[in-house]
């Protein structure tokens, strides 16, 4: 099946530094890529749609020049935390459509997520 | 514009008996339904989808759920349930825009007892 490969699963960073975290389609291609953000024993938090080759929409309430995205082709994409902050820290993940015909071939496939911590 | 409920935060059932997680919908096409499951500090895990066709779904790890348009629901069932079922599932439906993008529940945290 599909499979989404999400680096890093986890990441410390220091106050003040940018990381990047990256999102690749394994096996078929990903012109929709979302992310998303988890706060513990929460809901997802849908952040942005980056579509490949154009500019990301994000969710109204985040913030577009603190969290970068980038969709440059069609089996990857990344979101980089610029000037990271501790209310930062959180879960993120990324989710690829899944291109088909058809019912039987629409969905989703999810990464297995970033543990971000800053300190 | 559309929303998915979980009504239970979390549920309890022991191992072995038959196990119900709740999800109610609200949109106003036809909806795109999904259930995942999460384990802590892991992704998303695509469990089953409603698209179209029969009501009754078959997914993985022996869940299935059914599709109930009068009552707009979308419960996940399993027969009987295993400890390694305990985790966090989420129902979600497609925005009816142009965004693609899911909407997703609060969560049910599931725990299996033995």
């Known amino acids: 099946g599909a499979v989404v490969s999400q680096h890093p699963s986890w990441v410390i960073c220091k106050s003040g530094t940018s990381v990047k975290i990256e999102c690749r389609s394994l096996?078929?291609?990903?012109?929709?890529m979302f992310w998303y953000r988890q706060f513990p024993k929460q809901s997802l938090m849908l952040m942005a749609t980056s579509n490949e080759g154009s500019k990301a929409t994000y969710e109204q309430g985040v913030e577009k020049d603190k969290f970068l995205i980038n969709h440059a082709s069609l089996t990857l994409s990344t979101l980089t935390v610029t000037s990271a902050h501790p209310e930062d820290s959180s879960f993120y993940i990324c989710?690829?459509?899944?291109?088909?015909?058809?019912?039987?071939?629409?969905?989703?496939?999810f990464g297995s997520g970033t543990r971000l911590t800053v300190v | 514009a559309q929303s998915v409920a979980q009504p239970e935060d979390q549920v309890n059932v022991a191992e072995g008996n038959p196990l119900t997680v709740k999800c109610t919908y609200s949109?106003?096409?036809?909806?795109?339904l999904f259930w995942y499951v999460q384990y802590p500090n892991r992704g998303l895990q695509f469990l089953l989808k409603?698209?179209?066709?029969?009501?009754l779904v078959k997914g993985s790890y022996g869940f299935e759920a059914e599709f109930n348009k009068s009552q707009t629901s979308f419960h996940l069932k399993k027969p009987s349930a295993l400890v390694s079922d305990s985790a966090l599932y989420f129902c979600?439906?497609?925005?009816?825009?142009?965004?693609?993008?899911?909407?997703f529940g609060t969560g049910t945290r599931l725990q299996v007892f033995p």
């Open positions: 979600a439906v497609r925005d009816e825009g142009n965004t693609d993008k899911l909407i």
């Open positions: 989710s690829a459509r899944e291109l088909g015909q058809g019912a039987a071939n629409y969905g989703y496939t």
């Open positions: 949109v106003s096409g036809n909806p795109y």
């Open positions: 096996d078929f291609q990903a012109t929709t």
């Open positions: 409603y698209i179209t066709g029969d009501n």
